[in-house]
């Protein structure tokens, strides 16, 4: 699958994260909990203190999770999972008091206007950035949708003394063929430059490597990729007038579908073939 993953404007956006991060005292990097690997930037930025947040956890299998959460904090991170549909202003409170314990004790009881703690929030498109601020905040103070590039600058917002920034998604550089497969499985590449076709193939191809049944719902995994789509196809009756099934409509709804949950709580990579724990 060959996919342009680097649009023009992400060289701007990486610059200006660059810059944001200047004034931050730390940094919460959102990951993907299906695709911790994947998601991650690893970006150095200003060797600020930074803390995983493994977001949409309920759409993520349990296991694996734990799994991941082990293996960041044993190499060193802060890490945790959060379902940004729920308040995580607690989790929060506690990540940022175990990196700082005594500045933040006072930032948080003080309340000054000018003696605050700065947060910036970074990640790949569409992990969940401004969802997990408005998590946080316990408002809807950020614009979020259910696609890659909504968030298209930097903005502010207080919680407490903590103040934190929201930034428009960014995706490294130099990706390798299947970290960029993964992050389109889960839409963080721009629909109109992926092939939902090929993006859907490739997703039936993972699933049948991570799964050991032959069924996952109403997909038979032991056939060919094309015939799980060309099937999930005729099962939505997706009939085309020539009264073929339309294989586009198909792949885009059957992606749609996995990201959104409906064939259960997949994680897409396992931690133990991406990193030794
Ligand atoms: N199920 C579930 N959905 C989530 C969660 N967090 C975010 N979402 C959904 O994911 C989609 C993207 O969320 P956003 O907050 O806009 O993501 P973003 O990272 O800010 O995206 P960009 O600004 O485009 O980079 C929206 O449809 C959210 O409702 C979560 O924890 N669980
Ligand atoms: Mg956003």
Redesign the pocket.
């Known amino acids: 699958m060959n996919l342009n993953w680097y649009p023009g404007h992400m060289a701007k956006a990486e610059r200006g994260i660059l810059e944001i991060s200047r004034v931050a005292d730390v940094i919460f990097e ?1 990951l993907d909990a299906r695709i911790p690997w994947s998601s991650r930037g690893d970006y150095h930025l200003r060797n600020k203190p930074c803390i995983l947040i493994l ?5 993520a299998d349990r296991t694996d999770t734990g799994c991941w959460l082990n293996f960041f904090n044993k190499n060193g991170f802060t890490a945790f999972a ?4 729920v308040n995580n202003s607690s989790k929060v409170i506690s990540a940022v008091n175990k990196i700082f314990p005594k500045r933040t004790g006072r930032l948080l009881s003080v309340r000054k206007r000018f003696d605050c703690f700065r947060a910036v929030v970074i ?10 601020i408005n998590s946080v905040l316990g408002r809807r103070k ?10 298209s600058q930097n903005s502010w917002h207080r919680f407490g003394n903590i103040e934190i920034c ?1 930034t ?2 960014i995706l490294r550089h130099r990706l390798g063929p299947e970290v960029g497969e993964s992050i389109a499985f889960v ?1 963080g590449i721009k629909s109109e430059i992926i092939d939902p076709e090929l993006v859907a193939y490739s997703l039936v191809t993972r699933l049948k490597e991570l799964i050991n049944e032959k069924y996952l719902g109403c997909l038979d995994l032991s056939l060919s990729a094309e015939e799980v789509i060309e099937n999930f196809g005729k099962l939505r009756n997706f009939i085309s007038p020539g009264k073929n099934v339309d294989i586009r409509l198909a792949a885009s709804v059957f992606l749609k579908s996995f990201q959104d ?1 409906k064939f259960g709580k997949i994680t897409l990579e396992r931690v133990n073939k991406y990193g030794n724990t």
């Open positions: 959102v977001n949409k956890s309920d759409l959060v379902d940004s549909k990640g790949t498109p569409n992990v969940g950035k401004s969802s997990f950020t614009k979020v949708e259910n696609r890659a590039g909504v968030t929201d428009p998604g839409g949950g």
